[in-house]
């Protein structure tokens, strides 16, 4: 059944000789990747689901995965959902030498770029559980592919500009779409465009160079991170992100400087409530109270939204980055507060 | 053999309805931790090797670990290094619940802090590259433990203040050392303090939220980020970092303002032998071309290196965070450079 046999592997952290030279390549391909479809993978606990078609990763959540109140980070979360798209096009075998490019893509001088990407929480694994992270793929008009919400297009490598789906690129992966979705979108609303009038504005953010994905781009989780910095850090402390979405318009560089627009959906309403909150955190919050207090279920309803823009700060005009949306939940403390 | 039960796994990305509640608990706990050593743990694909005492872990270099020439940075690989040892401690059914401490630490408050860290890369692995993390500990003086050639001692978690390890703390990990040395420490060279007469300054470096680890501490990945970020980008874009040391002296919180101090030690040196190395790139790099240049020779002898110190910025004076010191190797470009 598995077609694919194990690479060596190399073990590090006993290393006892200097090294013999103090020269080392610029830049390394991978190896062994497979050429034909595989069913398990050992060595990445991924094996292939949903007749033929679908992928699954166990992973254990790290220490160095997870943040101060010990679950996963967001952007922990992104990372794997991005690894485990990867690894789909590994197990599929058409993996070229690219970052998930398939043999035909490259062919074409093609990369894939992510122009849409909607990512719902319900709850934050913490340090050391053990997840399943599913993902498959399913078309997206005509060319484009669908991996869970977000939403790939085809660009030239070199132009740098969006490109349909060539023939033999369809052929190669249209075997492998599902029709099936991870998040009932019926949130289709458009993300409106902020511009210098929003309440909280982050300039001059430069990316390092640990920023830069094997693209040499900014990787999205940056983008991820740049958005949520700039709420300020007492939301943060008390609230805890459900859901996210990404429109993405144009790729950043290296030497970009960042803008990054944030604007919340109904701040005032949320710090009117603030006290209210506080006297419900001395009971335990059966459904009984909930539906007791009319405005703290108002909240459920409507859950606290912002309103995200990154852009390019330039002249003559800023260029758009990404627009982006999230959704929040309020977080209880375990040490119940004394009314008073 | 096994005497760990595995965890119920949790499955996300596929999340298809709204979350029930807008309110979630602050803070999660560690569930399924063993009580008694455990040989192999099929989750994290670790076993205990070296008759019982050390520990390996197989992991698989992810998309998000490498930089853009495709290795696993400096610290994916710090990362690794980290969770193997919090892995060692699971394993050995002593995990209270806590960032790798014993029961025993628990019981008197103590918490672990690394004083000296020491790692050397002889190669960085690559994406997709299956690696073998091995680690173990070893005493290191009466109250400290080693782990590869990292220092760890014991710190109360209240006052701050570096303990003895207690009697009972000493019974449950002594059963585990080796005496093994993962470098061989001739270089107990002790690094200099620098000053502001430091050739290469970054100010007012500000952690954030995501630098900051389950202790609430900015974590260790981000010291050496500072570090290596102070150093000028041409000299990164040429070289990879082939060893470093760190010797901490005391914690750095959310709120501190720190400055980075770097000073090259051989700079001049190496920008005096640029032009030579730029005609080497166009030969096979032989060991008999390297026998005859002896300048370059000379390079391989004593490899680049760098001080670093970073420090929080205080009245009345400034107070040391960590001490470093870097060697680098220099790369060489795949796409041969004509000599003209």
Same mark, same amino acid.
């Given at each position: 059944m598995n077609q694919w046999t194990g690479p060596a592997t190399k073990t590090f952290a &006993?290393?006892? =000789?200097?090294? #013999? &030279?103090?020269y080392v390549p610029t830049e390394q391909t991978q190896k062994n990747i497979p050429t034909k479809k595989i069913l398990v993978d050992p060595y990445r606990q991924g094996l292939i689901i949903e007749g033929g078609v679908g992928y699954r990763q166990t992973v254990v959540i790290r220490s160095? #995965? *997870?943040g101060p109140d010990k679950t996963a980070t967001l952007e922990s979360l992104l990372n794997l959902l991005q690894e485990a798209a990867l690894n789909h096009v590994w197990m599929s075998g058409l993996l070229g030498d690219g970052f998930g490019a398939t043999h035909g893509m490259i062919r074409n001088n093609l990369i894939w770029v992510v122009t849409k990407m909607q990512v719902q929480v319900d709850s934050y694994p913490i340090w050391g559980e053990i997840v399943e992270v599913d993902t498959w793929v399913g078309a997206s008009g005509k060319n484009g592919m669908r991996h869970w919400d977000s939403t790939w297009v085809m660009m030239n490598r070199q132009t740098r500009r969006l490109s349909k789906m060539p023939e033999e690129v369809r052929d190669e992966i249209t075997?492998?779409? $599902? @029709?099936?979705?991870? $998040?009932?979108? @019926? *949130?289709c609303t458009k993300i409106v465009k902020l511009d210098d009038k929003a309440k909280y504005i982050n300039s001059d953010l430069k990316p390092k160079r640990s920023d830069l994905d094997m693209n040499h781009h900014v990787n999205n989780v940056k983008y991820v991170r740049w958005m949520l910095e700039t709420i300020p850090d007492s939301f943060l402390d008390s609230h805890q992100l459900s859901s996210i979405t990404l429109e993405y318009r144009r790729e950043c560089g290296s030497t970009d400087l960042v803008q990054s627009f944030c604007e919340p959906d109904n701040e005032e309403h949320e710090l009117h409530k603030h006290n209210d909150i506080n006297i419900l955190n001395?009971? =335990?919050?059966t459904s009984k109270i909930l539906d007791g207090h009319a405005l703290f279920d108002a909240s459920v309803k409507f859950p606290l939204r912002y309103t995200h823009l990154l852009q390019i700060e330039g002249e003559p005009k800023n260029e758009e980055i990404v627009r982006g949306q999230t959704t929040w939940k309020r977080k209880i403390s375990k040490k119940p507060t004394i009314a008073h």
């Open positions: &006993t290393s006892s =000789s200097l090294a #013999e &030279t103090s160095h #995965e *997870v075997p492998w779409f $599902i @029709d099936k979705q991870a $998040i009932s979108s @019926d *949130v001395g009971f =335990s919050l």
